[in-house]
Antibody, heavy 115, light 107 residues
Framework: EVQLLESGGDLQQPGGSLRLSCAASGFTFSNYAMNWVRQAPGKGLEWVSGISASDGRAYYADSVKGRFTISRDISRNTLYLHMNSLRAEDTAVYYC????????WGQGTPVTVSS | DIQMTQSPSSLSASVGDRVTITCRASQGITHYLAWFQQKPGKAPKSLIYAASHLQTGVPSRFSGSGSGTDFTLTISSLQPQDFATYYCQQYDAYPFTFGPGTRLDVK
């Protein structure tokens, strides 16, 4: 059974940093693209970042480009999102999702950016 | 960037009704279109990928169709557990984009 378990969400001040993790199990992690999606309170879904399976190339939404970095540790079957220069508008629940068709989702981890 | 629109933005229906939600892409995305269901406080759930392929375990009352720029999600006979918000998403090109959602509630 595919499982994705996010962690690392927290309350952080504007300008601060956080690292989110997504522990994957039940599939061969290295064979699949992975993505991060967020949902601000009361709002819709926003794709944040993705990483390709074949070459680990990273892709970002304009709203986070230059501030967030996606990475993966294949030995640990874990996806990461390094978040720097946090802003109030980054407040959201962050989900990791498997494949580019988002076939499986984690339960999400909440990030709040506030002073 | 590819913009996704959905209609209607909200919909009231009754158990047993047939419901159709439309999704339109600002440019052609061939069949790289997915549909998701989300209930309050829960993670989204994948229903359909590649425009018309049902994810494993999704009831057959859900179906998807379309290609290019125009797509539909149909629920053939609404069940009580189907009242939720539905999103489409294109994965033809980065940045991936979601539609704004369609809220389906009880009439």
């Amino acid at each position: 059974e595919v499982q994705l378990l996010e962690s690392g969400g927290d309350l952080q001040q504007p300008g601060g940093s956080l690292r989110l993790s997504c522990a994957a199990s039940g599939f061969t992690f290295s064979n699949y693209a992975m993505n991060w999606v967020r949902q601000a309170p009361g709002k819709g879904l926003e794709w944040v970042s993705g990483i390709s399976a074949s070459d680990g190339r990273a892709y970002y939404a304009d709203s986070v480009k230059g501030r967030f970095t996606i990475s993966r540790d294949i030995s640990r079957n874990t996806l990461y999102l390094h978040m720097n220069s946090l802003r109030a508008e980054d407040t959201a629940v962050y989900y990791c999702a498997k494949e580019n068709d988002f076939s499986q989702w984690g339960q999400g981890t909440p990030v709040t950016v506030s002073s | 960037d590819i913009q996704m629109t959905q209609s209607p933005s909200s919909l009231s229906a009754s158990v047993g009704d047939r419901v159709t939600i439309t999704c339109r892409a600002s440019q052609g995305i061939t069949h790289y279109l997915a549909w998701f269901q989300q209930k309050p406080g829960k993670a989204p759930k994948s229903l359909i990928y590649a425009a018309s392929h049902l994810q494993t375990g999704v009831p057959s009352r859900f179906s998807g169709s379309g290609s290019g720029t125009d797509f539909t999600l149909t629920i053939s006979s609404l069940q009580p557990q189907d009242f939720a918000t539905y999103y489409c998403q294109q994965y033809d090109a980065y940045p991936f984009t979601f539609g704004p959602g369609t809220r389906l509630d009880v009439k």
